[in-house]
C-alpha cells in the first residue's frame, strides 16, 4: 500500500538554525498538510497547502515557518530560526481528494529536537 | 470551531477485557468522523472512520458508531490484545478540510 514517507525521523538542531523536514506524498494526492505533536500533548494543525499554495493556516504557523512543493515528489517543511519550543514531532500527511470523507494518510514523523 | 473531546487515560486493561473510549465533536454542518492509532513509535494509522449519521465504522475488531443526536462516537473492541497498546485519536473533518483531533487516550493492555 502506498505509504506517506518522512525524513530524517530524528532532526537535532541548535536554537536558531534553520531546518528542512521533508515529506514524499503518495503520488497521486493533492491535498498536502503538517502536523506536529509536541510530547504528551495534542496533535495540532499547522498548514494545509493545495495547488501549489497554502490553503489555510493555524496561529501557530508565523513567519518563521514555510512550506514548499519544490518538484512533483516532494513537500517540505522549513523553519528559518528554530526555538527550543518548535521541539515536536512533526507529521506530513496527503489526501487524495478535497472531499472531506477522504481520510488523511500520515507519515511517521520526524522527531524535531532544538537544543 | 470546530472540536472534539475524548476520554481522558491512560487506560489499562487486561488482555481480553472490553474497551470503551468516549468521544464526542462539535463542528457545524456534517462532520466526517475518524479514529487514527499510533503505536509506540510510529505514526497515526487511520483506523476506522464513518461519513454520516448512524454509520458504523469497523476495522481489526474495533468499531465506532457515528451518533448525531448525541454527537458522539465512541470507539469499543470487545476483547483487547496487548498489541492494542497505543495511543487513540479521535477526529474529525469538515467544511475547511483540516482535520481537527482529540487529545489522545492512551491504551496499555497487559498480559
Known amino acids: 500500500e502506498p505509504e506517506v514517507t518522512q525524513t530524517p525521523s530524528h532532526q537535532v538542531t541548535q536554537m536558531g538554525q534553520e531546518v528542512i523536514l521533508r515529506c514524499v506524498p503518495i503520488s497521486n494526492h493533492l491535498y498536502f498538510y503538517w502536523y506536529r505533536q509536541i510530547l504528551g500533548q495534542k496533535v495540532e494543525f499547522l498548514v494545509s497547502?493545495?495547488?501549489?499554495?497554502?490553503?489555510?493556516k493555524s496561529e501557530i504557523f508565523d513567519d518563521q515557518f514555510s512550506v514548499e512543493r519544490p518538484d512533483g515528489s516532494n513537500f517540505t517543511l522549513k523553519i528559518r530560526s528554530t526555538k527550543l519550543e518548535d521541539s515536536a514531532m512533526y507529521f506530513c500527511a496527503s489526501r487524495e481528494t478535497g472531499n472531506y470523507n477522504s481520510p488523511l494518510h500520515f507519515g511517521n514523523g520526524t522527531r524535531l529536537t532544538v537544543t | 470551531g470546530d472540536s472534539v473531546t475524548q476520554m481522558e487515560g491512560p487506560v489499562t486493561l487486561s488482555e481480553e477485557a472490553f474497551l470503551t473510549i468516549n468521544c464526542t465533536y462539535t463542528a457545524t454542518g456534517y462532520p466526517s468522523l475518524f479514529w487514527y492509532v499510533q503505536y509506540p513509535g510510529e505514526g497515526l494509522q487511520l483506523l476506522l472512520k464513518a461519513t454520516k449519521a448512524d454509520d458504523k465504522g469497523s476495522n481489526k475488531g474495533f468499531e465506532a458508531t457515528y451518533r448525531k443526536e448525541t454527537t458522539s462516537f465512541h470507539l469499543e473492541k470487545g476483547s483487547v490484545q496487548v498489541s492494542d497498546s497505543a495511543v487513540y485519536f479521535c477526529a474529525l473533518s469538515s467544511a475547511d478540510y483540516k482535520l481537527s483531533f482529540g487529545a489522545g487516550t492512551t491504551v496499555t493492555v497487559r498480559a
Open positions: 497547502f493545495y495547488n501549489n499554495e497554502i490553503s489555510e
